[in-house]
């Protein structure tokens, strides 16, 4: 895979938080995003981002470590300051010749580490994540073997669940809803508005009556799931998602409950976290079997009028203007 195949280049344009701020240590740390292979290390105090590779011998920094607030590779000892400027090669007094390291924004934000490929006048602002009045959140890091597309239309549309979570979220019956959509060149956001509650078991365990569901995809990747009842908001789950490779994508979770004077926040999230861990494991292993068949049979695929955020979403993340689908009342 070469460093330019991302199948959607404009995405390079904007932030992706890549890691949390405490897992940063002394050592170089590797990752991927948009299928290029990065390293970030701190120098200095600094948080420093760089091509995963030593111009010398393109033996990857991130097996290297830090030597007097420098980037060392691992092969030949060759050194690099914050500004990925090569300051020492062993043998020499000065470095023996010029060399420059290939470096990306970063900034430290909400305890996390955002990275952003292009940085020009083109570059985006960085999307934050909400902090929401009255709610407590838990977030943890999660990955699925999918691409972008797929992984954000799964937990954008609920066409999928009376089969892949059948008893969890649904079980026997049908569920209709009303459907609007709203876009614009950012973002899609579908308001479902349930004429029946859903039925599986999370439903009877924690739904006190959701009558209203608004899921949103912010560009480059923030899922918002909102699920209201009377118009409150009683539970929010978001996820951030980081391309990190065409076939791959981690994502930050965080999942919202209202606080409670009852039952403490961490008994709360740990009865809940089961159940959400089980969803997470049936979405992985439906969405490993997509992607499969996308290396199989390339992206040849029948768009259908119950497809409520599959066409959006794709016209986005190719960077096209989306169209929005009409109003409509459908029976799962």
């Known amino acids: 895979m070469t460093q330019t195949s991302f199948c959607y280049p404009h995405l390079q344009r904007y932030w992706y938080p890549v890691l949390s701020q405490n897992q940063l240590g002394n050592r170089p740390h590797a990752f991927q995003l948009l299928d290029r292979h990065l390293v970030l290390v701190r120098l200095s105090g600094k948080v420093c981002c760089f091509l995963d590779s030593c111009p010398h011998r393109r033996v990857p920094l991130s097996l290297g470590q830090v030597e007097q607030g420098r980037l060392q590779c691992r092969y030949h000892g060759w050194q690099f300051d914050e500004q990925g400027e090569l300051q020492h090669t062993p043998g020499s007094k000065q470095p023996a010749c010029r060399a420059r390291l290939r470096r990306f924004a970063v900034q430290e934000f909400q305890g996390l580490i955002w990275v952003r490929l292009q940085d020009d006048e083109g570059s985006a602002p960085l999307v934050a994540m909400p902090e929401i009045n009255g709610m407590s959140y838990r977030q943890e890091y999660r990955h699925v073997d999918c691409g972008m597309f797929h992984t954000a239309e799964n937990f954008l549309d609920p066409c999928h669940t009376p089969y892949i979570h059948r008893n969890l979220l649904r079980q ?81 979770v965080r999942v919202y409950l209202p606080r409670s004077r009852v039952l403490p926040d961490s008994l709360r999230f740990a009865l809940l976290k089961p159940f959400m861990n089980l969803l997470f494991r049936q979405d992985k292993q439906i969405l490993a079997i997509q992607q499969q068949a996308r290396q199989r049979y390339g992206e040849q695929y029948v768009f259908s009028s119950t497809d409520i955020v599959a066409k959006p979403l794709w016209q986005l993340l190719h960077g096209k203007l989306p169209q929005a689908g009409q109003p409509r009342d459908i029976v799962l």
């Open 172 to 252: 026997s019956g049908e569920q209709s809803m009303h459907i609007t959509q709203q876009v614009d060149s950012e973002r899609v956001i579908t308001d479902y508005a349930l004429h029946q509650r859903q039925n599986g078991w999370i439903n009877r365990l924690f739904d006190r009556g959701i009558d209203r569901n608004l899921a949103r995809f912010t560009l480059p990747g923030m899922i918002e799931l909102d699920y209201y009842q009377q118009q409150r908001l009683v539970f929010k789950t978001l996820l951030y998602l980081i391309p990190h490779q065409s076939e791959r994508t981690g994502m930050l």
